[in-house]
């Protein structure tokens, strides 16, 4: 009912509105937006020209804003569903319905030239070779639309951070910024002429606890970024370094139950605003492996150590322009987390082991802390337990990227364009480890680690199920290289037929080729111990399977745009778009047979609407998707272990979006972004292994087979996807007061009901998160800025637990679960000042 409510009042209220702004076009001047991202043309275009959905967060928005993640910029997006409770990386978003995780199918820029080729890399997103700086001057973000005609793995869309350069005059800012969970930061760039050459220099520090606390600094780093340029007659040049040091924290799910109304809750002992499962006991430990001690570091967290060169130059001649951007960037990346499972009762974890030790006399066990004093079920408040996991992936990136393009605006027969053909080449080198083990900790804020020891009838101990609070060693094992080198060719053109009717075509070809190798792996006994925590270890046998696999697509655009008036106009476009295998599919598996070329059908029409006092740009969207699989690693509780599976459906997805700033008056404006979709399974059929009882099947519709299970089957066929709401909205009314020395927001986010599982069977509940923000300009060099953000600490549930199960989730229907809520209230506090 919200959802078509929405649909038709904006639809109706455009409708109303656009003869009216037609009509007076000629009287009002038109607000000035240009576009660089998702087209090739020569002359410049403004947002309200173009023929695809474009969203502009300016340097005001980002002063005003101050995202501390490139998740929390694209929140201003309709269409993109975003959870930025994670931290600084790894989140995951969704564009348009499209149910592909992470950066796999939206591609992240910097200039024009993508930031890591594959967005999607196993544990290596895109957004953790990224951070936010002053150094950032706008970003643009594309939904759809001809995204995968200039971009590789972006079939659902390209968002561009555009840098500063250096100008023909000296200027620059700098910013010190505070907050009350232990942030400091400061922020400064300044640039201009030298020697005749534009330049510019800048970066950031920062340091903090984090909003949910760990015992150690969460955040610590930062980056710099320097850039030198010159405009010939006939051409010009940028080169620009950058270098990245810097460990973030990365939030994982933490246990929660349900309070008398169903809503989301603390359990006794943590709480779900700022608790977190990571803290010293787990901070810094020792996995046994086959090869010797592997340590494991947790405080470095998301460790990132990045150089990047970038070269972009442009030479004019005889009416053709002919530009190349360049982009190397060499990655040492350290991933180190505890990533938790399912709670459960100490006593109902003790039972779980017991049939192991039975052969030594076990009949009972107990729990203990590492210093030996037992564990009850008051130790902790909840007396629940939980086997976690410790993971590090150790990964190194390497690749060089270069886009060439020529370019020419012609006339014939009196009709305009602006043609484009280019050379697409990116190599990429890999190296990935692994290594994992499971500890059993109890449920608290900074969960310290437990022994489980088994008694024999008479109270002794005669069995150690653990070691220093690890109950497997070897829970992951990975020893992995490859390498990737992709081709690409493209060609667009921007035909324009009449002053008002543009047609917009383009297409792209492009091949990847990979190689490398991967350690095969085997479970030994590691014989180190005499505890069972080393019976099960996954070590690799010296033994490696090789990769030499293939991969092309193509995709195709084309739209309609007509502008009514300078400020009015209206668009259609159809893409079929594509999305390749990636080395990330097979660099640990390089047998895999599931990864294939992924073809996607796009539709969108919109209507555009830039004035003085309103900008509203009102899109329609389908997204068709035949060949998406859908993959699970879920936990398995009674094995201490993970379980995959993957098998391929489709999906579909239609809806509306609405971005949209009305300014009435000079002191109070109010923009909008809103999305409402319908994003839905197709032709998935899911089989589930189940257990006999007394040698038949439970169900009579269960397939039987041979052994100890039975087959069940489920059509997920209609069933909503995972994690994509229905309806997000985010509305910011703004006060100028002061003749616009003074600025207060307020910023008012709504998320739909989710789903974690495609059965639909466990709810992630719908939520509405309160920011405010505030800037005051003491004089014209120097501002004040004020931030708060998630006012009523709403515990507002961004993910379900992906390691219960994607299909079914183990979790349906639990008094507790794991889920990863908003962060906690915080408050912020900045001054920035510009010379």
Known sequence: MKSALFAAAAASALAFALPAFAAEADDTSTVEELVVTGRAGVEAQKKVEASYAITAVTEEKLHMQAPVSVAE???????????????VGGANIRARGIPIEGYAAVGLQEDGLPIQHDGGLGFL????SFRMDETVNRVEVVRGGPSSIFASYAPAGVVNFITRKGSDHFEGVAKAEVGDYGLWRGDAWVGGPIAGFRAGIGGFYRQDDGVRDPGWKANKGGQIRASIGRDFEAGG?????????????????IPLTNDANGDPTDLPGFDANYGTLAGPDTAHLIQRTSRGDKPFDQTRGSDVDLTQYTLKAHVDFAGWTLSNGFRYHDTDFTRAALFPNTPVAGAARINQDLARGAALGVVSG?????DGTPFTATSNGNGLVMDAFVRQQDITLKEWIDDVRLQRKFDIGGQTHDFTAGFYFAKADETFRQQGSAVLIDVQDNARLLNLQGLNAAGAVVANFTENGFSRYGTQFNNAEGSSKSYAFYVADEWQVTEQLRIDLGARWEKIEMSGRNERSSTINLGQTPSFADDQAI??????????????????TVAVNYQFQPDVGAYARYTRAFRLPSLGDFITNPTNTAPRTQKF?????????????????????????DSQSFSETRYDQATNSYISTTQFGASRAFGFELESTFRPVEVFDVQVAATVQNSEVKDLIFNQSVAKVAG??????????????????FDFDGHQQVRTPKVSLRVTPGLNLLDGRLRIEGDLQYFGKRFSDLANLTVIPDYYLLNAQVRFNVTDTLTLYAYGTNLTNEIGLTE?????????????GSQFYLARPELGRTFRAAVLYRF
Request: proline content about 3%.
């Open 366 to 370: 107990r729990l203990t802390y590492l």
């Open 539 to 556: 070590s690799g046998t010296g033994v490696f399977d090789a990769l030499d696999r293939s991969f092309d697509g193509w995709s195709g």
């Open 73 to 87: 910029v694209l929140k201003n997006v309709p269409g993109y569903w975003v959870e930025a409770s994670g931290g």
């Open 601 to 625: 059908d796009l539709a969108e029409a919109g209507i555009k609407v830039q004035r003085e006092k309103i900008s509203a740009y009102l899109t329609g969207f389908y997204s068709k998707f």
């Open 696 to 713: 038949a099947c439970p169900l009579p519709t269960d397939t039987i087979t041979a052994g100890a299970n039975c087959l069940r089957r």
């Open 125 to 128: 997103n895109t957004d953790f």
């Open 800 to 812: 379900g637990n992906p390691r219960a199960g994607q299909f079914i989730s183990s979790e349906a």
């Open 237 to 253: 040049f940028d080169f620009d370094v950058k270098h990245i040091a810097d460990k973030s924290q990365f939030y994982l799910g």
